[in-house]
């Protein structure tokens, strides 16, 4: 019986496995900078509104009037709402970006998690092969040292020459 060394088979398996979980990784990094980018623009939009909110008051506000004041208050409405379209825009932006990683890292997973399978696998019948070697080893150890009895057998008169090569061809066949 001719036996298949899956060593190579097995390497190749684990080097893909380091590298979809190197690739896992990297995609994870990428859905966390989204997610971070979300909150970065969420914190800008506010600090411009808040800006915005200030704008018409104070000593110059009080020193030019109420005209001045709504036309200030008015330029922050336009420019919070400007804001908000810039916002609604780039949080699409973001959404998209986000969701595509997140399908990349569904994706890898799955291929990690079909490697990781295969890795078993194949581990598992090198382990079986391994087995049935070694248990035909001991048995052809067997056999060789129960010819080696039959012999002896044969040279000390106990067995006739006709006994000695019907048992000898019995174990031969085992072999």
Do not use: C, P
Not at 62 to 77: E, I, P
Not at 139 to 148: K, R, V, Y
């Amino acid at each position: 019986m001719q036996y298949y060394d899956y060593s190579s088979e097995i390497a190749k398996v684990e080097q893909l496995i380091a590298t979809l979980s190197s690739q896992l990784m990297e995609a994870q990094s990428i859905v966390q900078e989204w997610t971070e980018t979300n909150a970065n623009l969420s914190h800008s939009a506010a600090e411009a509104r808040a800006k915005n909110q200030g704008m018409g008051r104070g000593f110059l506000g009080g020193l030019l009037g109420s005209k001045y004041r709504g036309a200030m208050r008015s330029a922050a409405a336009a420019s919070n709402a400007a804001i908000a379209k810039e916002i609604v825009e780039k949080r699409a932006k973001i959404a998209e970006g986000k969701r595509e990683a997140q399908e990349l890292v569904k994706n890898l997973k799955e291929q990690l998690s079909f490697a990781k399978q295969e890795l078993k696998t194949l581990k598992s019948k090198a382990r079986s092969q391994s087995h049935i070697k070694s248990t035909k080893t001991k048995s052809a150890s067997t056999s060789l040292d129960l010819l080696q009895k039959l012999k002896e057998a044969q040279q000390a008169g106990l067995l006739t020459d006709a006994e000695y090569e019907e048992k000898r061809k019995k174990l031969v066949s085992e072999l």
